[in-house]
T-cell receptor, first 114, second 113 residues
Framework: GAGVSQSPRYKVAKRGQDVALRCDPISGHVSLFWYQQALGQGPEFLTYFQNEAQLDKSGLPSDRFFAERPEGSVSTLKIQRTQKEDSAVYLC????????????FGAGSRLTVL | GENVEQHPSTLSVQEGDSAVIKCTYSDSASNYFPWYKQELGKGPQLIID?????GEKKDQRIAVTLNKTAKHFSLHITETQPEDSAVYFC????????????FGSGTRLQVQP
């Protein structure tokens, strides 16, 4: 596609619910990153995929967070048993080559946990 | 790991004036320093980047300078326009260790017409 597409753009969840956020990167891009952006803050790294391999998940805040990219294209970030502190914008970015050089970001998915 | 500090957090300038945003980083192995612009409701967009083998890079009204010895880099915007109003983020990355960008906390730039 022309850009990185994320869905849903907005998600409201009750505390304890599971959510799934989808990222459709630019076609053919090797690298895919997930970032979490709290209100008024810079993006914080969550996890990195090179094709289908999850090479770095050191930024995932707890074992409630899980990400996958099974066919090396679309990726899903899943948050189980959501907590209020999970409320943030979740950004997905892709890059044509391995590693984070020229990143193209999606518009993000804004998660609000009540 | 890498730590990136950015200041000021907010900056207000008159249209036509220059704006300067500064960042410092902690990891001397970092060698790639991009700047992103984020408008309300959108994802960050790359506006300029610099690698450690150069000290300055310019693209029309924007320029970035890098001082590797002091571990700081700056974004300069000249002849500011109202459409430059946005949040700007600096970031840093090295080739070893974490492969992801580490971002600063952002600068909200307001250009007054």
């Amino acid at each position: 596609g022309a850009g990185v597409s994320q869905s849903p753009r907005y998600k409201v969840a009750k505390r304890g619910q599971d959510v799934a956020l989808r990222c459709d990167p630019i076609s053919g891009h090797v690298s895919l990153f997930w970032y979490q952006q709290a209100l008024g803050q810079g993006p914080e790294f969550l996890t990195y995929f090179q094709n289908e391999a999850q090479l770095d998940k050191s930024g995932l805040p707890s074992d409630r967070f899980f990400a996958e990219r099974p066919e090396g294209s679309v990726s899903t970030l899943k948050i189980q048993r959501t907590q209020k502190e999970d409320s943030a914008v979740y950004l997905c970015a892709s890059s044509a080559l391995a590693g984070a050089n020229v990143l193209t970001f999606g518009a993000g998915s804004r998660l609000t946990v009540l | 790991g890498e730590n990136v500090e950015q200041h000021p957090s907010t900056l207000s300038v008159q249209e036509g004036d220059s704006a300067v945003i500064k960042c410092t980083y902690s990891d001397s192995a970092s060698n790639y320093f991009p700047w992103y612009k984020q408008e309300l409701g959108k994802g960050p967009q790359l506006i300029i980047d610099i690698r450690s083998n150069v000290g300055e890079k310019k693209d029309q009204r924007i320029a970035v300078t890098l001082n590797k010895t002091a571990k700081h880099f700056s974004l300069h915007i000249t002849e500011t326009q109202p459409e430059d109003s946005a949040v700007y983020f600096c970031a840093a990355k090295g080739d070893t260790g974490r492969r992801a960008l580490t971002f600063g906390s952002g600068t909200r730039l307001q250009v007054q017409p």
